[in-house]
């Protein structure tokens, strides 16, 4: 590389070089064009300006006010003041309507689904799926099919006091651990596996025992799944008939339930949520899945 501190002329643009050189090539001394440096230097300007009449520079405690005054979180709670009062006469309207009858009202209805999917988006999603598909050990809000009931009040108290939480009004039930605890042995839960995957037409292992997988279903299982292992709602006990599996069909994954039980929780959302945000998450839960009568 040479260097040249004389100002050189580049003959085949005629404009001026830098002195540098790299392998023949010379380096156009090229100035940045008028406008672009104007710009520049308002963006300057700009943030000087800026960093005074707003909140800007942290201090020990506290942070410089601004000359304007403003701040950020007065301005949000200003936006939701503004959003309060312009749903207020629906939020009224839907908290004044009891809840079985929030869906014969198409208007209602509609203000009901469009705030009860905000919340569920806020509140439910992280478990349950942004749409309520669900995910392994967390239920699909998609099929109708309730652990708790898909009637409009039993979703409400799902939703307002939760599954197994802190709630003195929560519904509790748990599966046993019926291998931990010494309650069934390896092979009785062996059978029971085959014979809980017969229930929803699900191949079973080669000689499977499906006479004492009958027997052990009919004295530890059925008090809870019903006799044909349609399930129960009272209990939460899901139907083991339909197909469809909270944790997985896979003989292995049975076979883990029953061995270590099984007991998820949902959080109870009174107290956290306001009553007509409830009424509306209801409403909205019962429609993805349809509900029941």
Request: charged letters at 20%; one cysteine or more.
């Amino acid at each position: 590389m040479a260097h040249d501190t004389h100002e050189q002329v580049d003959p085949v643009s005629g404009t001026t070089t830098t002195g540098h050189e790299w392998d023949g090539i010379a380096e156009l001394n090229t100035p940045l064009p008028r406008w672009w440096l104007w710009t520049f230097y308002g963006t300057i300007i700009w943030a000087f300006a800026y960093m005074i009449a707003y909140p800007a520079w942290p201090l020990v405690s506290s942070y410089t006010e601004g000359l304007l005054g403003w701040h950020s979180r007065e301005a949000i709670v200003a936006d939701l003041d503004a959003l309060k009062a312009q749903r207020a006469t629906m939020t009224a309207k839907l908290a004044e309507t009891p809840l079985e009858e929030v869906s014969a009202n198409p208007e209602l209805l509609a203000f009901a689904m469009a705030q009860g999917k905000a919340a569920f988006g806020d509140n439910c999603a992280p478990c349950h799926g942004a749409g309520g598909g669900g995910a392994k050990g967390y239920p699909n809000l998609n099929d109708d099919d309730w652990l708790w009931g898909g009637k409009i009040i039993d979703i409400e108290q799902t939703v307002r006091y939760g599954i197994r939480s802190a709630h003195a009004e929560t519904r509790q039930g748990m599966m046993p651990a019926f291998g931990r605890d010494g309650m069934l042995k390896r092979s009785e839960i062996a059978a029971v596996t085959d014979y809980v995957r017969s229930l929803s037409d699900l191949p079973v292992e080669k000689g499977a025992d499906l006479e004492t997988g009958a027997r052990v279903f009919a004295e530890s299982c059925s008090s809870c799944h019903g006799e044909t292992g349609t399930g129960n709602h009272e209990l939460g006990a899901p139907s083991l008939a339909d197909k469809i599996w909270l944790y997985g069909s896979d003989r292995a994954v049975i076979m883990e339930t029953l061995w270590n039980g099984r007991g998820g929780m949902m959080p109870a959302w009174q107290g956290r949520l306001d009553e007509t945000t409830i009424k509306a998450l209801t409403v909205y839960v019962q429609t993805l899945g349809g509900g029941e009568k």
